[in-house]
């Protein structure tokens, strides 16, 4: 059985096909997502559906005429963001990603954020980014278009657009990733909804089980899963002995429970009907290395060299550095945290004798292995889960066999590499091929 998964990523669109039950990777295809718009709004961080539908649409084409027998379309993206329907299904506003950040603004209310507003009110954590947080944000300041009904995440948008639904469906794991969600019960907190002057209708339908939209070119169509879920899903399966370490533009930690668990910086997001993916999200991840490279490429072009990528240069100073205890001490917190937005990141313990390159570096990437070990620790000491192995995923690990040591050593426990690159996106094939069958039929 052939299966195509979709993933909407931050970056990133990718494709795969691949046949079950065995789980052979047969081809992917992986497209750049450069649909942000622009905005003068530092804190703004906009996508343009438009754009993201002219890319898949041809893509998925493209993979179905090459390929024959496709059984399920499966679908996958970043999470937390949300954009706006009207009563034909259609986008009428851009898509508010994940990394939006007027949820963190002071002038909702009082002098004070959205999130911290609900903190206060209600204990809820909400972070800037997750969709109900921009929803209440562009309620107070009138930015919700006139001609809006509902809302959801752009992977549910793109079901919508290969299907022809004019109302969203989402699974659990979406459905929580928006925010003001109870993960016990699988219903939204309508009462705090109704309350800070949402109304119920514009929250979409959602579904416990992997049903399908509709279909595309005949084939049926599954209902969207979260990325972090997915990715799960696509490098570990259903392992409860294996963590996950997921690093690209942001990263996670995530290790599979029966208990629904939260502790400081650490959510209980649905996995399936009676498990949970316990999981700690450090806000920059692997952008913090990103950033690095960045501030070395300009030093380089400002010296007169060419202004193109360090990594190659970056890695090699890693592989010549003498004592790797010598790197600097970094907190790469640059973009807060989940818990506190106004969190930076620092540098200390430079000396002279090791005011080097390869100290900052090797500094950051331990920098970044820590913050998600700090997570990891919360969750341990909170449940006592203790995973014997460690799989890792996402380009920002995959590329860089330094962080991978790191991780090793940090963690204590073995670590390997998954396979196949598109781990979201195969884990959303994967997805598909156990629609419920009652429901396939159709």
Excluded at 103 to 113: A, P
Excluded at 412 to 434: D, F, K, R, T, W
Aim: with cysteine.
């Amino acid at each position: 059985m052939k299966s195509i998964g979709i993933d909407i990523g931050t970056t990133s669109i990718s494709l795969v096909l691949a046949g079950f039950p065995d789980g052979t990777l047969i081809q992917a295809v992986t497209l750049p997502n450069d649909t942000f718009l622009p905005s003068a709004r530092p804190w703004e961080r906009l996508q343009d559906p438009a754009a993201i539908l002219a890319k898949v649409f041809p893509a998925l084409e493209g993979l179905l005429s090459a390929w024959g027998d496709v059984a399920a379309i499966g679908l996958t993206g970043q999470m937390h963001g949300s954009l706006y329907l009207d009563r034909g299904g259609r986008a009428v506003s851009p898509l508010y990603t994940w990394q939006d950040g007027r949820g963190n603004l002071s002038d909702y209310d009082s002098g004070m954020s959205v999130c911290r507003c609900l903190a206060e009110a209600y204990g809820v954590k909400l972070a800037a980014g997750y969709g109900l947080a921009t929803h209440l944000y562009n309620l107070k300041k009138g930015l919700v278009p006139a001609e809006a009904v509902s809302l959801c995440t752009i992977a549910d948008y793109v079901g919508m657009a290969l299907t022809g639904r004019g109302a969203p469906l989402v699974h659990i794991s979406q459905a929580a990733s928006l925010g003001l969600y109870d993960c016990k019960t699988n219903v939204f907190l309508w009462d705090i909804v109704k309350e800070w002057g949402a109304s119920p209708d514009f929250l979409p339908s959602v579904t416990k089980e992997l049903l399908p939209l509709g279909a595309f070119r005949g084939i049926p169509v599954c209902v969207s899963i979260g990325d972090n879920q997915a990715s799960f899903l696509g490098s570990v399966g259903g392992d409860r002995d294996c963590g996950l370490v997921n690093i690209g533009t942001g990263s996670q930690i995530s290790v599979l429970s029966h208990t629904c668990f939260q502790g400081e910086g650490i959510e209980a997001r649905p996995f399936t009907g009676d498990s949970y993916l316990l999981v700690g999200a450090a806000l920059c991840g692997g952008s913090a290395y990103a950033a690095l490279e960045r501030f070395f490429r300009e030093y380089a072009a400002a010296a007169g060299g060419a202004d193109v990528p360090q990594y190659d240069v970056m890695r090699e100073l890693l592989d010549r550095q003498e004592d790797t205890d010598e790197s600097w001490t970094v907190r790469t917190s640059f973009l807060g945290t989940r818990e506190n937005p106004r969190e930076t990141g620092s540098v200390s313990g430079i000396r002279l004798d090791n005011f080097r390159p390869a100290a900052l570096i090797r500094g950051v990437l331990d920098g970044m292995a820590q913050e998600l070990y700090g997570l990891y620790h919360t969750i341990q000491t909170g449940t006592g889960l203790s995973p014997a192995r460690l799989m890792a995923s996402g380009n920002g690990v995959r590329r860089n066999p330094a962080l991978q040591d790191i991780l090793r050593a940090r963690f204590g426990m073995p670590l390997a590499v998954v396979a196949h690159q598109e781990e979201a996106a195969y884990g959303a094939a994967a997805a598909a091929v156990s629609m419920s069958p009652k429901i396939r039929r159709g």
